[in-house]
């Protein structure tokens, strides 16, 4: 049997990644690619190993719908390695899925909304704090 090539192992590996991510974040197939702005059939066939993200729009999308800095996205799909853009070799504990929604609704919005969500999450903040401080 042929071993895999270097390409398909960083296929394999960023569909792993991938569908870790959306998985994390409680969001269907369907519901990533609306928020990349490619079909759901696109993120099966990266989950699958079968392909990769070549636009670099493609790869901001992922950025955006994931909350994480492009960089760690190209880094990912084998265009760059950790050690050319600085980042660390593992990634960092995921945060909880409940804090990475709510951050995902807020870098949504624009203007007025963007500023009322982040009154109403700081007013919830600093009700825990006081909790915390009883």
Do not use: H
Request: charged content about 30%.
């Amino acid at each position: 049997m042929q071993a895999a090539s270097a390409k398909d192992q960083v296929k394999a590996a960023f569909g792993v990644w991938i569908k870790e991510q959306r998985t994390r974040r409680d969001l269907t197939q369907r519901q990533l690619a609306q928020a990349i702005g490619v079909t759901d059939p696109v993120v099966s066939r990266w989950e699958k190993g079968e392909s990769l993200p070549r636009e670099i729009e493609v790869m901001r999308g992922i950025a955006r719908a994931l909350n994480m800095p492009v960089l760690q996205v190209l880094v990912r799909t084998g265009y760059l390695s950790a050690d050319e853009v600085g980042l660390p070799a593992e990634e960092p504990a995921p945060a909880d899925p409940l804090i990475e929604r709510v951050a995902g609704f807020v870098d949504g919005l624009e203007g007025e909304k963007a500023a009322k969500a982040r009154e109403a999450i700081k007013s919830f903040v600093d009700t825990l704090e006081t909790y915390q401080s009883e």
